[in-house]
């Protein structure tokens, strides 16, 4: 999970999974398989279905499908609610699971306007695109407005929405393209990030917003925190105990703890380092309680570059 390469090694897999499945099937194969990854829609006689069902979960011990018949002559397969009519035509509705609750972004909420319109243009493109009939269409869009008002979505934010649609509609898909530099992403602000923007924009560096604070940062922490004697790649400060000023500030590739050792004892190879030598001198000593971490890096020269700011800082 999280790799890019998972989707497609995925894919590879369930390829090579319904190649055997389908071709070792002593009965009668499903007419119409439409798969997407591992999720399928089938077509496939009844009295084949339990025979087929055993069959696919045989042919792969890690691999085991789970079944869905339709109801009420319904099948949903991703987004999509395909309905069989009498005629055998498939009609195709937007579907939702029973526990979907139309929460969307408030509108309310800090977070960019662009973020707020972007719900709106990704659920109109849903209602424009997956139904098949007319009606559907607009049945779905009006489910959409409905919704969103719930979320406290003015009508000017879906007029302002259909204006950036229709530009981009408008746009050519190829146009000359200036020097621009690198964007940049910044935390957004409501009323600091905006300025922002409009001062880089005007030296053509395009600007994106993140939310800062949002509940997942807040609450979720999937791995505990490092300790702080065994952070490595950091620039610190070591201060005196006694009463003195003398603070030293150093950098390390190396953990923290095996650092501060080096510092307390003499090296048998080189020079002493100034802790050791000013503890020796003035007889003082220091604690791990008065160690503090300034920064971090993994860059080797970018970290000599911030301890050499903090030495000038201090």
Not at 141 to 151: D, G, Y
Not at 155 to 169: C, L, P, T, V
Not at 272 to 293: C, M, P, R, T, Y
Request: with cysteine; glycine share 4%; charged share 30%.
């Amino acid at each position: 999970m999280g790799s890019p390469v998972s989707p497609i090694v995925a894919n590879l897999y369930m390829e090579e999974v319904e190649r055997k499945a389908l071709g070792s099937f002593k009965g009668r194969v499903p007419s119409h398989w439409y798969r997407y990854v591992d999720d399928t829609w089938v077509k496939i006689k009844t009295q084949e279905v339990e025979s087929f069902t055993a069959h696919i979960n045989a042919v792969d011990k890690n691999i085991k499908f789970t079944r869905e018949d339709t109801k009420d002559n319904c099948l949903p397969f991703l987004d999509c609610a395909v309905h069989i009519e009498e005629n055998g035509n498939l009609n195709i509705e937007v579907y939702r699971k029973p526990t979907h609750t139309d929460q969307y972004l408030l509108f309310d909420s800090h977070h960019p306007l662009e973020h707020k319109l972007g719900v709106i243009r990704t659920l109109h493109h849903r209602a424009e695109h997956v139904p098949s009939k007319p009606e559907g269409k607009k049945k779905e869009h009006t489910h959409v407005k409905e919704a969103l008002k719930t979320c406290g979505y003015p009508n000017w934010a879906f007029i302002e929405s259909a204006k950036m649609h229709r530009k981009e509609d408008q746009t050519p898909a190829r146009e000359d393209k200036k020097d621009r530099r690198n964007n940049i992403v910044i935390p957004y602000v409501a009323g600091v990030s905006e300025k922002l923007r409009r001062v880089f924009s005007k030296h053509d560096i395009p600007v994106y917003f993140r939310p800062s604070n949002t509940l997942r940062h807040k609450l979720v922490h999937p791995k505990d925190k490092t300790p702080k004697h065994k952070l490595n790649n950091v620039v610190y400060a070591v201060q005196c105990s006694e009463e003195c000023p003398d603070l030293y500030i150093g950098e390390t590739k190396q953990p923290l703890h095996k650092r501060m050792a080096q510092h307390r004892r003499a090296t048998s190879t080189g020079q002493d380092s100034a802790v050791h030598l000013h503890l020796k001198v003035k007889g003082h000593s220091f604690e791990h309680a008065n160690v503090h971490i300034l920064d971090r890096e993994d860059r080797w020269f970018e970290r000599g570059v911030k301890e050499a700011i903090y030495v000038h800082c201090e």
